[in-house]
T-cell receptor, first 114, second 115 residues
Framework: EAQVTQNPRYLITVTGKKLTVTCSQN?????MSWYRQDPGLGLRQIYY???????DKGDVPEGYKVSRKEKRNFPLILESPSPNQTSLYFC?????????????FGPGTRLTVL | KNQVEQSPQSLIILEGKNCTLQ??????????LRWYKQDTGRGPVSLTI?????NTKSNGRYTATLDADTKQSSLHITASQLSDSASYIC??????????????FGKGTKLSVKP
């Protein structure tokens, strides 16, 4: 089954403790991205990657890092999480950066930073 | 500035009734418009994608319309079911290539269908 998977689905952590949220897709997609979703603000892009070893900042990149060493994986790293990073996070992928390609979203990771 | 505005912000309807959600955009140059359904706490799922040349597109009980001249789209839900309770997100794609800037998200309309 074609899908985007994320782990963990739920995470409660404390300020300053480094964490990684994994994202993997099995559709051989070139383009992957991370979003956060907060009440009243909608989905906002954090980082995106157009292919292996190619990443760039989205709208709200501060406090986050990403890497794209393999085509299928695109982990999101919070080096020193803070409470304002408490949010619902989605990974997404599409075939390539073209404008008509359908985008598939993962199931989400609910992160709470105390 | 490229923007996507959705209305209403929230909507409550009775099971079996029809409803229409609105999306206005100022994205230019326009490439396509998508409607997503997002169940609470889950990832958005695509309902329809329309280019500027498509006026209407259906997916079961969901029918999306697009007026590229007035930069408006609507999503009509027929004979609503309890499972239609979700947020519906309008996303407009700009025609310039690549990068993160070409998908502009609306904030969504939260639909609640009551028995």
């Amino acid at each position: 089954e074609a899908q985007v998977t994320q782990n963990p689905r739920y995470l409660i952590t404390v300020t300053g403790k480094k964490l990684t949220v994994t994202c993997s897709q099995n559709m051989n997609h070139e383009y992957m991205s991370w979003y956060r979703q907060d009440p009243g603000l909608g989905l906002r892009q954090i980082y995106y990657s157009m292919n292996v070893e190619v990443t760039d900042k989205g709208d709200v990149p501060e406090g986050y890092k990403v890497s794209r060493k393999e085509k299928r994986n695109f982990p999101l790293i919070l080096e020193s999480p803070s409470p304002n990073q408490t949010s619902l996070y989605f990974c997404a992928s599409r075939e390539r950066e073209g404008t008509y390609n359908e985008q598939f979203f993962g199931p989400g990771t609910r992160l709470t930073v105390l | 500035k490229n923007q996507v505005e959705q209305s209403p912000q929230s909507l409550i309807i009775l099971e079996g009734k029809n409803c229409t959600l609105q999306c206005n955009y100022t994205v230019s140059p326009f490439s396509n418009l998508r409607w997503y359904k997002q169940d609470t706490g889950r990832g958005p799922v695509s309902l329809t994608i329309m280019t500027f040349s498509e006026n209407t597109k259906s997916n079961g009980r969901y029918t999306a319309t697009l007026d590229a001249d007035t930069k408006q789209s609507s999503l009509h839900i027929t004979a609503s079911q309890l499972s239609d309770s979700a947020s519906y997100i309008c996303v407009v794609s700009a025609a310039y290539g690549g990068s993160q800037g070409n998908l502009i998200f609306g904030k969504g309309t939260k639909l609640s269908v009551k028995p």
